[in-house]
Nanobody
Framework: QVQLVESGGGLVQPGGSLKLSCTASRTIFNVYAVGWYRQAPGKERDLVARITIAGRTTYADSVKGRFTISRDNAKNTVYLQMNSLKPEDTAVYYC??????????????WGQGTQVTVSS
């Protein structure tokens, strides 16, 4: 079995920073993208940031210029550096490994989620 373990969430004031980490219990093969999603109570789970195996990045408009996604393949870890945090960033953040298991057969691994709360 493969598990994705997240850490780094917490309570911060507006304008503060946090760095989230997501580490796989073992190397996952055939990964074509890793990313971060977030979900606030009563809302849909939305894409925050994504990076492909080729290094292409995608960010939600609401976080561009403030958040940065990165990865360390040797550590099986993906990071999300969050700066200039706003109250509307409050949500549970989930990491995802997107895997191609065969022709036209994708599979997603998800982390357990970590709470980020931005408040005075």
């Amino acid at each position: 079995q493969v598990q994705l373990v997240e850490s780094g969430g917490g309570l911060v004031q507006p304008g503060g920073s946090l760095k989230l980490s997501c580490t796989a219990s073992r190397t996952i093969f055939n990964v074509y993208a890793v990313g971060w999603y977030r979900q606030a109570p009563g809302k849909e789970r939305d894409l925050v940031a994504r990076i492909t195996i080729a290094g292409r990045t995608t960010y939600a408009d609401s976080v561009k210029g403030r958040f940065t996604i990165s990865r360390d393949n040797a550590k099986n870890t993906v990071y999300l550096q969050m700066n200039s945090l706003k109250p509307e960033d409050t949500a549970v953040y989930y990491c995802k490994w997107a895997v191609l298991t065969g022709p036209g057969s994708p599979y997603d691994y998800w982390g357990q989620g970590t709470q980020v709360t931005v408040s005075s």
